[in-house]
């Protein structure tokens, strides 16, 4: 699960982008990918989303600015 956040967090920035733009530049469970973006979303406010309706593919999301 870790490892999943880390390269979620590693390709995200504080741009907007969208969740399925972000899941074509790395090698991971597409699953696992959306499930990370959730986690990191809805329980560690780690990310930010512009929707707000359930996170899915086509989803705005960014790095929360610190």
């Known amino acids: 699960m870790d490892t999943v956040d880390s ?3 590693g390709v995200n920035s504080t ?3 969208t969740v399925d733009e972000l ?3 790395v090698d991971v ?4 990918f959306i ?5 990191l979303i809805y329980f560690k406010g780690l990310l930010l ?5 359930e996170v899915n593919q086509k989803s705005l999301i960014s790095k929360v600015k610190r």
Not at 35 to 39: D, F, G
Not at 49 to 53: I, L, P, R, V
Request: charged share 50%.
């Open 23 to 25: 899941f074509k530049r």
């Open 35 to 39: 499930s990370s973006v959730r986690r």
């Open 15 to 17: 741009k907007w982008s």
């Open 7 to 9: 390269v979620v967090l």
């Open 29 to 32: 469970n597409k699953f696992d």
């Open 49 to 53: 989303t512009k929707e707000k309706k």
